[in-house]
């Protein structure tokens, strides 16, 4: 058996290969070269390409594949392709999708093709994706899949064997059978490990775990992730509020919520949509970035009318006009530290009533303490460097006002933030950085005033 | 059966049970309530606690359940724990651990404990641990088990479900037992549902999965959850060189890399490191954080030099003075949604030789059209403001030339990084404010001299 290296070497490799033979038009060896690929590898190259590329690509995919492939992808991409397909290709490969990714495509179409493509799937199919429709996005309901396979708990395991023969192959990712009741009500489950090391006499009833969790079907997705992560989970199943089983989740699922969830602090913090797509059109790119900008100008200009309130001190001292982007420039990182480990613990669920408090004293306490040992330092470096003693005491002084500021606004933005709804890990660092360059350029323009102007 | 809602509220009301019941010295009962926890639970509370409270619980746990609850832990609390243990009770602890977690409770040690804790182990545990040290941290050696259950590839189904009934239960996340020659070089696999679905009579050969994908000791972690993730794998066979198994990795690991791999970008970009605890000690905290600051004081120091250049300009108008930061902010805004981009397509394997010069074209034209846009928005704000059409025509050049710069530099500063092997989500952010900077005040300042001194 060989050993199949699939590393990022030969991921390059291939997407090399496959250039060259684009370019150089050779598009039924391109073709041939999709067709030996799995769905995931296909998807992985796709998200690779630029977009010429890409259209080329999606082309030449195995129709059959589409579907699959499409399961694979960001929501940006599939977007994008799914503009490109007719409504009876996207019925096709629908066809044997997931509940959850087929909910997801047809919620992302326009009215008239939504219709169309329901309209050419099986009545069963139909019936699937309404029900998943039903439930909000982002919610449990919306992971979840309905291909569970359930048991009684009044049979014994040589019948559930026998049955499981009869039916063949299990859906993906199982490793648990539900055991419900008549009504759907979910008492327990029984791994399949169980199944297969037990005595076959047994009744399901005694092997089953009736403390087996559930997840309420309206769960927010990214507490469903905190759950499979806290508890190592493969699968778990899906209820309603009266105990119904519903469906359940699988943790290749949570995986992309995680990824996304962890993704969406990352480029939040730096003004960027999570589902933006790395070699997506520029127009498309530059459109979207447009507002963090736009609000940076509003937040630079506020600074800048913040100088201007002391354009008597600048005009006397050009030195102050060069020394006066250092406190703020400190404050912003020391501020933003603080504010990634606040938005880490928000979204990692760490951070409650019980502990926000303590939280926001002890990072006010390193912004103190930092602030010392930088305006010590500023201190000395501008005393050296512009031979003023009174210089270096003022900018250090303004120093360690904006880094104790830095660290109380750091923890408490994002804390308020949540509180007011708005998501921290995309105005968090927007805000921050406005009240430590306003804070800042107060703070040393203002002592320097005051001092020298006197 | 009850539907655990295990959700945010319920941790809430735990942890304020417990914080009341532990100041008001109820010891005893905190003792109780840790005891009827799962240990994931308990991870869980320590991780919010404050280090006072977190050392008062850490006492009040059951000694048996530590090692299951030292899995679930972040590094740095690990670490914190672990210096409050005597050897015996870290030994103890250890006796049931997994491989991997074993292998890094023991790499953390001094070595006088290591070599005490090793010595209190059973004979098969220390073999066990001796072998996974062997192996480099963030390899896939470091992160696999070596609990594996094989089977020969000659025998036939019935065998191997006679087999399982006696052996009893199987290890945790077992999806899939491998099928391995007399020198345990790797067949293929058998997936649980394969052997609850098939034909008693059939022989395992012919039922094995022989394209079976492995993963080699030696890949990087992140290349390992990259398959995890691309593949919906739930486990996965570890092999040598020669294709000799050696173990498995389960999904539950791959999470935690995952994780952990966002995390390192997120904090990284705001210049944080990953592992920091948020509940952590302040002055292990406060120089943790000094790399950054410091790092950022030079910069700030080098952007002020560059403003020292045209001092001339500065003394003659203030209002230049009042305006010559709104420039390098725009640019670094700008700069950083380009390098948060390109640094989430690093980690997810997307950017390589074939596509890193289309991706930075993209990005300057990106920054070209967006310094456009705001540098005429720029130009009418500044003419309004102030009143003059020179002045506002200058701020608008500087900030076309900034940002198609910081363009050039989000998207080519990472990839220059990583093919001289620095960690771009550590130091790119750095290094691009630097460049955002000193640019933009070279171009305001330099076209502002030009214009307004001649």
Not at 274 to 296: I, M, Q, Y
Request: hydrophobic share 45%; with cysteine.
């Amino acid at each position: 058996m060989p050993i199949e290296a699939l590393d990022q070497e030969l991921t390059e490799q291939r997407l090399t290969q496959l250039n060259q033979a684009l370019s150089s038009g050779m598009f039924v060896h391109v073709r041939d070269m999709l067709q030996r690929m799995t769905a995931s590898d296909i998807a992985f190259i796709l998200e690779s390409s630029p977009p010429r590329t890409r259209q080329v690509l999606w082309q030449l995919v195995d129709q059959e594949q589409s579907g699959e492939i499409l399961e694979e992808l960001g929501e940006d991409m599939k977007d994008q392709l799914i503009s490109l397909m007719s409504p009876e290709c996207l019925a096709r490969a629908t066809a044997g999708m997931d509940t959850d990714d087929l909910a997801y495509v047809l919620r992302s179409l326009p009215d008239t093709l939504y219709k169309q493509v329901l309209h050419s799937m099986s009545a069963q199919d139909r019936a699937r994706v309404e029900q998943a429709l039903s439930y909000p996005e982002d919610s449990a309901g919306s992971l979840m899949n309905t291909d569970t396979v359930t048991l009684r708990p009044d049979v014994n395991v040589d019948v559930v064997l026998r049955y499981l023969r009869q039916r063949g192959e299990l859906p993906e990712a199982t490793d648990t059978l539900y055991v419900v009741d008549r009504r759907d009500i979910l008492l327990g489950g029984v791994k399949l490990s169980t199944l297969l090391t037990c005595n076959p006499t047994a009744g399901i009833r005694s092997i089953m775990d009736p403390e087996l969790e559930s997840i309420p079907v309206t769960m927010p997705d990214n507490e469903v992730a905190q759950l499979f992560e806290r508890h190592d989970w493969v699968s778990a199943p899906v209820v309603d509020s009266e105990g119904h089983l519903l469906g359940r989740i699988t943790i290749d699922d949570v995986v992309d919520v995680i990824r996304e969830d962890a993704e969406h602090s990352m480029m939040g913090m730096a003004g960027m949509d999570d589902d933006e797509d790395t070699f997506g059109p520029v127009f498309k790119s530059a459109f979207r970035r447009s507002l963090w900008l736009t609000f940076n100008l509003f937040a630079a200009l506020l600074a800048a009318s913040v100088s201007n309130m002391f354009e008597g001190t600048l005009e006397k001292f050009a030195t102050i006009a060069i020394l006066m982007t250092i406190v703020p420039s400190m404050g912003g990182v020391a501020g933003n530290q603080t504010l990634a480990l606040v938005i880490r613990g928000i979204a990692l669920g760490h951070i409650g009533q019980s502990n926000s408090r303590w939280l926001i004293g002890k990072e006010l306490a390193i912004g103190f303490l930092n602030g010392l040992l930088w305006s010590a330092l500023v201190f000395t470096a501008v005393w050296i460097w512009k031979g003023d003693l009174a210089l270096g005491a003022l900018i250090g002084g303004a120093m360690l006002i904006n880094m104790t500021v830095a660290g109380l606004a750091g923890a408490s933005i994002p804390l308020i933030l949540k509180k007011l709804n708005v998501d921290p890990a995309l105005a968090g660092g927007m805000v921050l950085t406005t009240v430590t360059d306003v804070i800042g350029l107060f703070a040393f323009l203002g002592l320097a005033t005051l001092v020298l102007m006197s």
